[in-house]
């Protein structure tokens, strides 16, 4: 409290010229304290002039006044320095070299708060005073501290330039303005500032709205990120379900396939040991047979050989060792020609290259060209099919077509017969205000505002008028393309691509979808006013 005390006491004994502590303190007669030495310095000025004035309130004395020391405020102040607790101003209000000094202190300058046009000079807060408390003031235009001010001041004639001269565009004095610049359209600073300033305001205006529209890109561009980040985390998950279901399905198969080799085995292993039984009794039997022919050939009673011989020199039929039991090894070799074949095959799907994405020139689109023809059950009333069903012209004086379910009731648009999936590329030349569009055959058809493509989310749309804009599921996305009669439209349904390209001389994209569609698609198109056509090519 103290401290803070002495630091009030400090501001109230201050020179206002040299902003320290009063030296010789003098009062002027209109009540303002300064060191002795600083009001001389600042009158010895003036003394040309004949008439002095106070720093602080202006107020003016003729003749100069006599000063004498102001004895209570000298005690004052020596009483305030022998308390050790003056501090000297903070080095950051000091000015450096590039800071604007006021022009008002001695010594050491304190940084400029304000600049005045009229006095052309810059002053710290403790100088500014007088123009925020004297009257003297009132008039003065303050602006932020410069050092710039003579800037403001007609090189020719010294004079504020307080005139616009808008016939050549350049700043002047009221005095210009009747002499060199006579004849001239001029207005004052002030007015063509009102103007400038009303104009600049439009530009911030303009400005701002490219700033949203901006924006607007960079969060549909951060949506489209996502979007891709989404399909590729959901590719990769599906992709490994597949193939572990494809794994699974592999593992399953070769155990049904070694089951059914182990069963033929089994089997015909069973029906070989139940041949060779029989072989091994047959050989038996044989072997007997020829030991009582052995046995007859040895006889010497030719009446017992003759008796003998014709029962024992019967034999019976041999078994027939290709009887239709019997399953030969070449079925575990088409077995095994059937397995090589599917790897092979396997193989093959898996070691081929996979297509690109997106193919990068004009002839691979055109690879993937797809002619597409338009359902008249889905065209409103509006418009005109042509040209074998590739053209469609808006007419509101065309004949009503029949009521059918599939037609668009509000809405100028109409949708492809081919349903579209795989890999297909086509391209749409219109005149003026189109919109070309893909879009399920379940899309909305009474609603006047959900039936509109790229209002739902059964529906993808290029907006073609003065710029491009891309709308799906009632979102949209502005383009900053020039617009093109010309636009082309490549779609792989497998992979859930989906891209819009302007057609010239080359093309150039203009948005692209990744997605996973889960109905075959159709090309769409709508139209906005008489006399407007598209055409697919």
């Known amino acids: 409290m103290a401290q803070r005390r002495h630091q009030a006491d400090e501001v109230k004994l201050c020179c206002s010229i040299c902003l320290d502590l009063l030296r010789d303190p003098v009062t002027v007669p209109c009540g303002h304290n300064y060191c002795m030495s ?30 004498l020391k102001n004895t209570l ?59 925020y408390n004297s009257p003297a003031f009132k008039k003065h235009t303050l602006v932020e501290a410069s050092v710039n001010l003579r800037e403001n001041i007609c090189p020719r004639h010294d004079e504020a330039m307080k005139m616009f001269c808008c016939t050549e565009n350049i700043c002047i004095c009221i005095l210009c303005s009747v002499d060199e610049h006579k ?25 701002q709205q490219r700033i949203q529209e901006r924006q607007r890109d960079v969060k549909g561009l951060q949506q489209e990120a996502e979007d891709i980040n989404r399909s590729a ?11 572990t279901e494809m794994i699974r399905l592999i593992q399953k198969r070769s155990s049904d396939v070694t089951q059914e080799i182990r069963s033929q085995q089994k089997s015909d292993v069973s029906r070989v040991k139940e041949l060779q039984e029989k072989l091994e009794q047959d050989v038996a039997k044989l072997k007997r047979k020829d030991a009582e022919l052995q046995q007859l050939s040895r006889t010497d009673d030719n009446a017992q050989f003759l008796k003998m011989y014709p029962s024992l020199s019967q034999l019976t039929e041999p078994l027939d060792l290709q009887g239709p039991e019997l399953r030969r090894p070449w079925f575990f070799e088409e077995v095994m020609v059937a397995v ?9 799907i898996l070691t081929e290259k996979w ?40 007419d509101d004086k065309n004949t009503p077509y029949p009521k059918h379910l599939d037609r668009f009731i509000y809405r100028s648009q109409v949708l492809s017969k081919e349903g579209l999936t795989g890999r297909c590329y086509w391209e749409v030349e219109m005149s003026r205000h189109a919109v070309v569009a893909v879009a399920y055959k379940s899309v909305d058809r009474n609603n006047i505002h959900a039936s509109a493509f790229g209002r739902n989310n059964k529906s993808w749309a290029l907006l073609c008028r003065d710029s491009f804009t891309f709308m799906h ?24 691509f989906l891209a819009f390209y302007r057609v010239s001389e080359t093309s150039t994209l ?25 055409e697919f090519c």
């Not at 607790?85 to 304190?110: F, N, Q, W």
């Not at 985390?233 to 193939?243: G, L, P």
């Open 38 to 67: 600083c009001i001389k310095t600042s009158w010895d000025k003036e003394d040309q002039k004949k008439l002095h004035s106070c720093p602080q309130c202006r107020q003016t004395f003729s003749p100069r006044p006599a000063l």
């Open 233 to 243: 985390d959901e590719a990769v998950v599906n992709s490994k379900r597949i193939f």
């Open 340 to 348: 090589t074949a599917a790897r092979n095959q396997m193989q093959a």
């Open 183 to 207: 004849g001239h359209d001029t207005v004052s600073a002030a007015t063509e500032r009102t103007e400038k300033q009303g104009e600049l305001d439009r530009s911030r205006q303009r400005i």
């Open 73 to 131: 405020l000298a005690m004052l102040a020596e009483e305030l320095k022998e308390t050790g607790l003056r501090a000297a101003p903070a080095d950051h209000c000091y000015a450096g070299p590039e800071d604007v000094a006021c022009d008002v202190c001695s010594g050491r300058k304190l940084k400029a708060f304000k600049s005045c046009l009229v006095c052309l000079a810059s002053y710290c807060k403790r100088h500014l005073q007088p123009h």
């Open 473 to 496: 599921d009632n979102r949209s996305l502005s383009i900053s393309v020039p617009q093109s009669s010309r636009v082309g439209v490549f779609l792989d349904h497998m992979t859930g």
């Open 355 to 394: 297509p690109s994405v997106e193919p990068t020139t004009r002839a691979e689109f055109l690879h993937y060209s797809r002619r597409i023809t338009l359902d008249p059950n889905t065209a409103r009333t509006f418009l005109v099919l042509s040209e074998e069903n590739r053209k469609i012209t808006y």
């Open 510 to 534: 203009l948005h692209r979808v990744q997605t996973t569609f889960t109905e075959p698609l159709y090309a769409g198109l709508w139209l906005g006013s008489n006399g407007d056509v598209a």
